[in-house]
């Protein structure tokens, strides 16, 4: 009765997720997938999918610093306008599961709090984090190297979870433990209420 789509952005192709839509509405089967927020531009299409059977997505938000997804050579909708993008979601009845990364270079301790807060104040029924991981072969990798910031090559470390780089705002102390107090915030009994 209950499906997920594994594409890592099943809106990438708006005019192939309304297709699909149309012909999943039918089936009256329930669904979830992940989609980058510009699915949003287009709120009938919000609109179809929930009608389809749509329940939650996946939403890889990793910043709300717009410096920080610049860096990162996101194109996506400024952080600006993420909530309105949340409240489209909501409007049709679709879960939100948000994703964050904690450490990137415009990242302070204030980050933590400040992310907690944007998730609590949007209503997310989800949310994950991950610690920046620079991996071996990508520019990231490679720049951070070059400035002597890669902390290890422990490669059984670079899972998200765990700093294997030197920060650029905060120690490493301090981006282990706002990850861990993200999760401990959000997965309150306060924050859940």
């Given at each position: 009765?209950?499906a997920?789509?594994v594409?890592?952005?099943?809106?990438?192709?708006?005019?192939?997720?309304?297709?699909?839509?149309r012909?999943?509405?039918?089936?009256?089967?329930?669904?979830?997938?992940?989609v980058?927020?510009d699915?949003?531009?287009d709120?009938?299409?919000v609109?179809?999918?929930a009608?389809?059977?749509c329940?939650?997505?996946f939403?890889?938000?990793?910043?709300?610093?717009?410096?920080?997804?610049?860096?990162?050579h996101?194109k996506?909708?400024?952080?600006?306008?993420?909530a309105?993008?949340v409240?489209?979601l909501?409007r049709?009845?679709i879960?939100?599961?948000?994703s964050f990364v904690?450490g990137f270079d415009?990242d302070?301790?204030e980050?933590f709090?400040?992310t907690?807060?944007?998730i609590?104040?949007c209503?997310?029924?989800?949310?994950?984090f991950?610690i920046?991981?620079p991996?071996p072969?990508?520019?990231?990798?490679?720049?951070?190297?070059?400035?002597?910031?890669?902390?290890h090559?422990d490669?059984?470390?670079?899972?998200?979870a765990?700093v294997?780089?030197e920060?650029?705002?905060m120690?490493?102390?301090?981006?282990?433990?706002g990850y861990?107090y993200?999760y401990?915030?959000l997965?309150?009994?306060?924050s859940?209420?």
């Open positions: 009765p209950y997920v789509f594409d890592n952005n099943l809106g990438s192709r708006p005019d192939y997720l309304r297709r699909l839509c012909a999943l509405r039918p089936l009256e089967k329930i669904w979830s997938a992940a980058t927020i699915v949003t531009d709120a009938e299409l609109r179809e999918m009608l389809a059977g329940t939650g997505v939403v890889g938000f990793e910043s709300l610093t717009g410096e920080n997804l610049d860096d990162a996101k996506t909708p400024r952080p600006e306008d993420y309105r993008r409240e489209i909501h049709y009845g879960q939100v599961n948000g904690l415009h302070g301790p980050v709090e400040r907690c807060d944007w609590e104040a209503r997310l029924e989800c949310a994950t991950h920046l991981t991996y072969g990508t520019p990231l990798f490679d720049d951070m190297a070059a400035a002597g910031r890669i902390r090559r490669w059984t470390k670079y899972d998200t765990h294997v780089f920060p650029r705002k120690t490493v102390e301090g981006l282990e433990g861990a993200c401990r915030r997965f309150s009994h306060a859940i209420w």
